[in-house]
């Protein structure tokens, strides 16, 4: 065996971001136990930063000790028993899994399903809880990584509230980017992962649940199905009482990029951060649209920090990726399900929304592009982000 030296990527795909070199410089500092009184008041700056990001009170806040889908499955399997009927609204891949969720907490999940590349209706999901009965949860993804599209996160869980459900909201992408409201939205289970907009390394999957949501998990009547999700074992680790008592090793050095990450992105400042998001986002798009290229989602439905674009015909898209890895140490990302082929995936998140990435981007695929002799009037994308930026 020899020492593994990953090669230098910009990452402007999906996730993971491209992690600041802070970050990882936190990584590298020295392991501490778990249960060290240094490390316990490193967990409480960590949930005193997620409440602030998720702009909540909510006590049950804390980052789970895996990726976003643990996140995702923590939820699920707490607030959902047996014989429960959760509506999962769907419009891209993480739809698909939160209804495999349902079905392994023994739920039934009412479906109710949007063309991929557009925001979820608000008018079907509320037909959907006229005709369902009780219901215990509604469940959707706020920012659909997989289609580029942001579905209205404060109506959803309002119609929730309405009909007396909780709702489930997937923050993955979204936390970081672009507003997640929790306490203004209601929203009841929220969940997302280190390595989109926070641009830590991949691993950890922040939470939130409201009193609501902290009630229907001690009125269950089961137990959950799950021994390492159960929240009411893992809060006994990390409630901040003195009472903390083992669970399991956090990941300490994780925990410590985490941190970092959180340190710098409140440096910034919130708005900050969600303006400069916004900001290369224009100028990205800008560019892209003036080579010639459509964007997939209609303007006022686009996730700022993942962008996809149609494909031109006769473009052998892996061909273009692998120019761009290759000849820029550049990732983007492939199209999903039924967007594979159709389109790519810019990512825009964290560290990497920034004007240097944009510029290459825009470089990099015109390059892969003109080598496909794809007619496009060379310079005019990097103009016309230049001009915005
Ligand atoms: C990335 C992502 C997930 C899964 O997160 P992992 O960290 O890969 O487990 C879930 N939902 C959405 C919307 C995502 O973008």
Not at 59 to 64: D, G, Q, S, W
Not at 125 to 132: P, Q, R, S
Request: aromatic share 6%; glycine share 10%; charged share 20%.
């Amino acid at each position: 065996m020899q020492s593994f030296n990953p090669p230098i990527r910009t990452l402007m795909g999906p996730g993971p971001s491209d992690v600041h070199p802070r970050v990882t410089a936190a990584l590298a500092r020295p392991t501490i136990g778990h249960l060290d009184p240094a490390f316990q008041d490193l967990m409480e700056d960590i949930k005193g930063a997620l409440r602030r990001l998720f702009q909540t009170d909510n006590a049950l806040t804390f980052p789970v000790s895996a990726p976003g889908s643990a996140g995702m499955e923590t939820c699920f399997a707490n607030l959902v028993e047996p014989g429960d009927t959760v509506i999962v609204a769907r419009n891209g891949v993480f739809g698909s899994r939160m209804e495999e969720n349902v079905r392994r907490a023994g739920g039934t999940a009412i479906m109710v399903d949007q063309d991929w590349g557009r925001a979820i209706d608000v008018d079907a999901v509320a037909k959907a809880f006229e005709a369902a009965g009780t219901v215990k949860a509604l469940a959707f993804v706020h920012a659909e990584t997989s289609t580029g599209v942001r579905s209205d996160a404060a109506a959803l869980c309002a119609l929730a509230r309405e009909h007396g459900a909780l709702s489930i909201v997937d923050c993955v992408t979204s936390l970081g980017g672009i507003p997640v409201e929790v306490d203004a939205w209601g929203a009841d289970a929220v969940y997302s992962g280190s390595q989109k907009c926070l641009s830590a390394p991949p691993g950890l999957s922040p939470v939130t649940f409201s009193p609501r949501a902290e009630k229907a998990v001690e009125a269950r009547t089961t137990p959950v199905n799950s021994w390492f999700l159960d929240l009411s074992l893992v809060m006994a680790y990390w409630s901040g009482d003195g009472g903390r008592s083992y669970h399991h090793t956090a990941p300490v050095n994780a925990m410590y990029g985490l941190h970092e990450a959180l340190v710098m992105f409140e440096e910034d400042g919130m708005e900050a951060c969600f303006k400069r998001h916004a900001h290369m986002h224009r100028a990205l798009v800008a560019g892209l649209e003036a080579m010639g290229l459509d964007m997939l989602v209609p303007a006022n439905e686009r996730l700022l920090q993942l962008n996809t674009v149609q494909i031109p015909d006769g473009v052998d898209e892996a061909a273009v990726r692998a120019h761009l890895l290759s000849a820029y140490g550049l990732e983007i990302g492939a199209g999903l399900g039924p967007l594979a082929g159709k389109v790519w995936r810019i990512g825009l998140m964290g560290t990497a929304a920034s004007q240097k990435n944009v510029l290459l981007c825009l470089t990099a695929l015109e390059d892969a592009l003109a080598r496909q002799q794809v007619r496009l009037d060379r310079g005019a994308g990097v103009a016309a982000a230049e001009a915005l930026l």
